[in-house]
């Protein structure tokens, strides 16, 4: 399984290269990837859990937004084995956006000093490449509580696969 998942990653990454993607295929790569973690950190045994909504499972996001918070979680909040250890990835749509969260039950940390002092360039990188595509109203952001969690929330438009925004929402 783990071969099979590092040859569905490479082939999404390399493979094709449109800049956005039906969130259910995103999602289909971010399994693939949590399979490999796993296999990485097997001794801390980290449930990962998904709950897409169905009506936004075809609509179009960019690629590769999800992967950069769930790999954070997997390597910075769980840093000692924990019970009951968690992430979920949740889609939902309000007010007219997509809305995609990655939530964690990890250590937390200060996300005022993490996002001065930031050295990591996924999650930038992410907020970036969703604000050159939609527009600065549109991106990421992070909230953390030292000893709660961690919840990277991401705000894209409604596109449809066609690719023609949607009218409706919550």
């Excluded at 040859?7 to 399979?35: H, Q």
């Excluded at 907020?127 to 894209?156: N, P």
């Amino acid at each position: 399984q783990a071969i099979t998942s590092l040859v569905t990653l490479l082939e999404y990454c390399c493979k094709d290269t449109s800049a956005l993607v039906a969130l259910k295929e995103e999602v289909i790569f971010l399994k693939d990837y949590i399979c490999i973690q796993k296999l990485r950190d097997v001794d801390k045994n980290i449930e990962v859990d998904f709950d897409i909504s169905d009506e936004t499972e075809s609509l179009k996001i960019v690629k590769l937004s999800l992967q950069p918070s769930v790999e954070n979680a997997f390597v910075h909040a769980f840093p000692e084995k924990k019970e009951d250890a968690k992430i979920c990835v949740r889609s939902y749509i309000k007010e007219q956006r997509l809305i995609l969260e990655i939530q964690d039950n990890g250590v937390g940390f200060n996300a005022k000093l993490v996002q001065k002092n930031m050295t990591g360039i996924g999650s930038k990188n992410v907020d970036d490449r969703i604000k050159l595509t939609f527009g600065e109203e549109f991106g990421q952001s992070i909230e953390s509580e030292i000893g709660a969690g961690t919840r990277v929330t991401i705000e894209m438009p409604v596109i449809e696969e066609s690719g023609s925004a949607v009218k409706k929402g919550r």
